[in-house]
C-alpha cells in the first residue's frame, strides 16, 4: 500500500533562517507531488506541484522554492524564512491519471519567530 | 477550474443525516466533483468523488444535479467525529492539480 511520509512534525525557526521540509512516497512510482500551506484559520493554499523529476510549478510568489530530485521525494525549501510563512504545511500526491484522488501527509507545522 | 460556493458553516444533530451543499455553476463537461473534509490540525482525508451519477462510498454519499451545477453530500448518520471543515472542488481530468476552496465547517452536536 502507499504511504506519505512528511518531517519534520513540527518546526520553529527565527526569521532570517533557511527551511527545509521533506515529504516522500512509498508504494508508487511517478506520481503528482504538491505543497500547500494553510495559515492559522484559513483555507488551503496551492504553492507547488510537480509532475516529475525536476518538473516544478509554482502557484504564488514568494520566498518559498520546491525541489523533486527523486520520483518519490519532494522538498519545500527557503533560504531566509519571513514571519508570514509560518503555518501548517502539507505534502500530497496523486497519480494524475483516473481518478486523481489527493492523499495528504500528516503535516509539519512551522512557526517562524 | 471551476469555481464553487459552499455555506460557510453549518451544525448537524449526533445521529442525524448531514446534508452539505456545493454549487458549481460554471463547471464543463470533463470535471469532476470531489469532496474532501479536513479534522483539525489534520491533512484534509478524501471522502468521494463523482461525474454525473450519484455516487455512495462507506463514508457518504453523493448527489449530484441533472444540469451538474450543484451537488450534496450526504453523511447518513452524523457523529461526533464528522466536525470537520468539508470542502467541495471540481477538478477537470486533464488539468494536474486541485485548488481548494474555503469549505464549510460542520459542527456535530451531542
Known amino acids: 500500500s502507499q504511504t506519505i511520509h512528511q518531517w519534520p512534525a513540527t518546526l520553529v525557526q527565527p526569521v532570517g533562517s533557511p527551511l527545509s521540509l521533506e515529504c516522500t512516497v512509498e508504494g508508487t512510482s511517478n506520481p503528482n507531488l504538491y505543497w500547500y500551506r494553510q495559515a492559522a484559520g484559513r483555507g488551503l493554499q496551492l504553492l507547488f506541484y510537480s509532475v516529475g523529476i525536476g518538473q516544478i510549478s509554482s502557484e504564488v510568489p514568494q520566498n518559498l522554492s520546491a525541489s523533486r530530485p527523486q520520483d518519490r521525494q519532494f522538498i519545500l525549501s527557503s533560504k531566509k524564512l519571513l514571519l508570514s510563512d509560518s503555518g501548517f504545511y502539507l505534502c500530497?500526491?496523486?497519480?494524475?491519471?483516473?481518478?486523481?484522488?489527493?492523499?495528504f501527509g500528516a503535516g509539519s507545522r512551522l512557526t517562524v519567530l | 477550474d471551476a469555481k464553487t460556493t459552499q455555506p460557510t458553516s453549518m451544525d448537524c444533530a449526533e445521529g442525524r443525516a448531514a446534508n452539505l451543499p456545493c454549487n458549481h455553476s460554471?463547471?464543463?463537461?470533463?470535471?469532476?466533483v470531489y469532496w474532501y473534509r479536513q479534522i483539525h490540525s489534520q491533512g484534509p482525508q478524501y471522502i468521494i468523488h463523482g461525474l454525473k451519477n450519484n455516487e455512495t462510498n462507506e463514508m457518504a454519499s453523493l448527489i449530484i444535479t441533472e444540469d451538474r451545477k450543484s451537488s450534496t453530500l450526504i453523511l447518513p448518520h452524523a457523529t461526533l467525529r464528522d466536525t470537520a471543515v468539508y470542502y467541495c472542488i471540481v477538478f477537470g481530468a486533464a488539468g494536474n492539480k486541485l485548488t481548494f476552496g474555503g469549505g464549510t465547517r460542520v459542527l456535530v452536536k451531542p
Open positions: 500530497a500526491w496523486e497519480l494524475g491519471s483516473g481518478a486523481n484522488v489527493l492523499t
Open positions: 460554471t463547471i464543463s463537461g470533463n470535471e469532476y
